[in-house]
């Protein structure tokens, strides 16, 4: 994960605090170790069960806020899906869309998406994680298993540019058609312009001190 | 050059000759006719006034069968997610409180439950905070399915609903008025518990418009169910059954209206709903007078959760409203001026007069706001529009590395395509407004 230097994330100028020298690193999120606790582990065995290429599909597993996350490999993301939704022990009947997030720091696993599941039929959560590098920025639609993915994927593939390969319409859905660029990765700039008031001038959000 | 009847009439026999009976005008006006159906494609919107905000819906019609309909979005897109990874984690409250802004006290729960989640304080916050949550959700459920009604109505060109469903919404604005300082856009939960306690006497205000509102929404009951001309413009319209709700994640109203019980506040609750007598309202008939059905069942089962809160608010009176750890909290209540805001006066003197630790706390929460375990959560709520769900990640830092909501508008509108192709396009109207999109949630 990520590290940090110093206390209050100024750079450029110099340490007057003494908090300067301070290193953090963030938290690890590496897999977690069974028992995992709540129905995390009837999913997990569940899952196994089901589909014995579970060890090669399943990066990680991992437990944080009471939330489990399944970190799948691309390759194997449909049939893993397939398997959640149509397993009476499983039955993950929604997906609650897809959501990307950008990691420039993570060489090789840039772009990740997450994918929020749903049982109605055991009342549980579970979260699919799928990340692909940045280069190769592929990862298949599962517009065929949630047809409720569609929109989700095309907002995803809009701001953050991850293509879902075998979506029948993998267009721009927010932004205007012929938008350059996709907004919500951490390269592409807030915006924004100094504004003078009173004298003093107080700089766009992007621009700002940010506390670390 | 090929043969040109005009030419001897007009002397250009050299170089080219452009003339009607040219290109290939002569096989199109022979294919004029060949099909037999008439196919106009229609663009209605995204400023018309049947769709329910900036909603472009493109219509295939074969006469007044709609064959194909797609929604075309994004009219409102104001880049909220973007936005709130440059501000505090309290900021972003601000921000998300105005994506869905018929339904903003619902967002910025479900915003701040996540965030809470990320912070690990779930169960640390107080009973009073929770009470007040769940009391302003409801009544934010009230003022949201009032404007379904009327906006439904209107579109639908029944003009005396909205008269109705406007006034009693007006009451439940009022009461956010009172309580907030604002009656839209509140920014009111806030990581840690509500930006401020209720005011005594509002209590007693809270009760007394549930009375009355009980009384009133009988106008449009007794206007609407049963109604001749309301049941042809609503009844098998818009249909759309359990499987696909399911596929494609339709939640709220319309799952509800497919016969589902399923209702995050009975099946996954949180901030105490578990403590609340209330029943989830189903119909079977997967149409948009049966979401109607619903959405009206559920303004009484809100009326009965916001007096069960009153009593609880009434029990806890004086406790606080605010996470205990001071460096989450608000450092002051906000509601005390004499004009009613600014900060109250005994912290101002303390801060400016009496203890510079105390002035440097206040800063430091103020300006930088507090640290977030780095990690991810996902939390829900059910909203008047179906599941609310909040993506929040963190790394670390006093800022959201991500906030995504998983918005029921946005989601519940794919199913437009499914509830009106092969049906007549005045059902269209019908259809979406039984949907209740809002664009600004949709667009975000």
């Known amino acids: 994960m990520s590290q940090d230097d110093g206390m209050f994330g100024v750079q ?32 997990a065995d569940d899952l196994e069960r089901a589909y014995p290429e579970f060890n090669e599909a399943i990066e990680s597993v991992v437990i944080q806020n009471g939330e489990l996350t399944l970190h799948v490999k691309r390759e194997k993301l449909v049939e893993v899906a397939k398997i959640l939704r149509d397993n009476p022990k499983l039955s ?49 639609s599962l517009v065929e298993v949630w047809a409720g993915n569609n929109w989700h994927e095309r907002e995803t593939f809009d701001m953050f540019g991850i293509i879902f390969d075998g979506h029948a319409g993998l267009t721009r859905i927010l932004m205007p058609d012929d938008w350059a660029g996709h907004p919500q990765r951490k390269d592409y700039p807030l915006g924004g312009i100094p504004v003078e008031f009173q004298g003093a001038t107080i700089p766009a959000p992007s621009e700002r001190r940010s506390y670390r | 050059m090929t043969f040109d009847p005009y030419a001897s009439s007009r002397e250009t026999t050299e170089g080219r000759v452009y003339s009607v009976t040219g290109g290939d005008w002569d096989e199109l006006s022979t294919e004029i006719g060949a099909t037999k159906e008439e196919r106009v494609v229609v663009n209605m919107g995204p400023q018309h006034p049947s769709t329910h905000g900036v909603l472009r819906l493109i219509l295939e019609l074969e006469g007044e069968t709609v064959t194909e309909a797609r929604c075309a979005i994004g009219y409102l897109h104001t880049g909220i997610e973007k936005n709130t990874e440059y501000r505090t984690w309290t900021q972003g409250v601000t921000y998300v409180t105005r994506m869905d802004y018929l339904a903003p006290i619902f967002n910025e729960t479900a915003y701040c439950l996540s965030t809470e989640k990320l912070l690990g ?22 003022s949201s399915h009032m404007v379904a009604f009327g906006t439904g109505g209107l579109e639908l060109g029944a003009l005396t609903p909205i008269f109705f469903a406007f006034r009693d919404r007006e009451t439940v604005l009022d009461l956010f008025e009172e309580i907030s300082g604002l009656r839209m856009n509140m920014a009111y939960i806030r990581p840690g518990g509500v930006a401020q306690d209720v005011p005594q006497d509002s209590v007693d205000h809270i009760r007394q418009a549930c009375r009355d509102m009980r009384k009133s929404f009988k106008d449009n009951e007794t206007l609407l169910v049963g109604n001749s001309i309301w049941m042809k413009r609503t009844k098998d319209i818009g249909y759309l059954d359990l499987a696909g709700c399911l596929t494609l994640g339709v939640t709220g109203p319309i799952l509800r209206a497919a016969g589902m019980p399923w209702d995050l506040r009975k099946s996954q609750p949180y901030s105490g709903y578990e403590n609340y007598k209330f029943d989830v309202i189903t119909t079977d008939t997967c149409d948009a007078y049966g979401r109607f059905l619903v959405r009206l069942g559920e303004l009484e089962q809100s009326l009965r959760i916001i007096e069960q809160c009153c009593d609880n608010l009434d029990k806890l009176n004086g406790a606080p409203v605010m996470v205990a750890d001071k460096k989450i909290a608000w450092p002051a209540q906000l509601s005390v001026g004499a004009d009613g805001i600014g900060n109250s006066l005994p912290h101002i003197r303390e801060i400016m007069g009496e203890s510079m630790e105390a002035l440097i706390h206040h800063f430091k929460i103020v300006t930088e706001g507090f640290r977030v375990p780095a990690g991810q959560a996902y939390a829900a709520v059910e909203s008047p529009r179906g599941e609310t769900g909040v993506h929040t990640v963190s790394d670390g830092g006093t800022r959201p590395y991500r906030v995504h909501f998983r918005e029921p508008s946005f989601n519940n509108l794919q199913s437009t395509a499914a509830m009106c192709e092969g049906g007549m396009v005045a059902d269209v109207i019908s259809a979406v407004a039984s949907i209740d999109p809002v664009m600004g949630g949709v667009d975000r």
């Open chain 1, 12 to 43: 450029g100028t110099g340490d007057t605090s003494g908090f300067g020298g301070l290193v953090r690193t963030g938290a690890s999120t590496g897999s977690a170790e069974r028992p995992y606790g709540s129905y995390f582990d009837d999913v």
């Open chain 2, 121 to 142: 304080i779930t169960d640390q916050i107080p009973e009073r905070a929770q009470v007040i949550r769940v009391m302003m959700m409801e009544l934010n459920r009230i």
């Open chain 1, 92 to 140: 993950f009947e929604m997906c609650l869309g897809v959501s990307g997030v950008h990691y420039p720091d993570q060489t090789g696993r840039e772009l990740h998406a997450v994918y929020p599941l749903l049982s109605l039929t055991h009342n549980r959560r579970i979260r699919l994680e799928v990340s692909v590098p940045d280069a190769d920025s592929h990862i298949p």
